[in-house]
Nanobody, 116 residues
Framework: QVQVGESGGGLVQPGGSLRLSCAAS????????TGWYRQAPGKQREWVAS???????TYADSVKGRFTISRDNAKNTVWLQMNSLKFEDTAVYYC??????????WGQGTQVTVSS
């Protein structure tokens, strides 16, 4: 069984920063790509950023230049550094892990609230 857990969410003022963590543990052979998604109230879940096992990164246009995704393969941990946060970044952020065998695991989510 594989567990995926996010942490690091919280309340921050506009312009502030947060760093989210996603850790995968359990019977996981190897992690392929890891992605961050978010879901705001009343909206569909949307993709935010992804990183491959080789370190290649991609970002949604809405966060490009403000968010940075990184990983430590040995620790099966991925981080999302979020800078210059805006009101519209408020959402529950989810981590999605895809193993090299194609299995997909989601975390339970962590709340990020940007408010003055």
């Amino acid at each position: 069984q594989v567990q995926v857990g996010e942490s690091g969410g919280g309340l921050v003022q506009p312009g502030g920063s947060l760093r989210l963590s996603c850790a995968a543990s359990g019977s996981i052979s190897s992690v392929g790509s890891t992605g961050w998604y978010r879901q705001a109230p009343g909206k569909q879940r949307e993709w935010v950023a992804s990183i491959t096992s080789g370190g290649s990164t991609t970002y949604a246009d809405s966060v490009k230049g403000r968010f940075t995704i990184s990983r430590d393969n040995a620790k099966n941990t991925v981080w999302l550094q979020m800078n210059s946060l805006k009101f519209e970044d408020t959402a529950v952020y989810y981590c999605r892990v895809v193993t090299q065998t194609g299995l997909i695991y989601w975390g339970q989510g962590t709340q990020v609230t940007v408010s003055s």
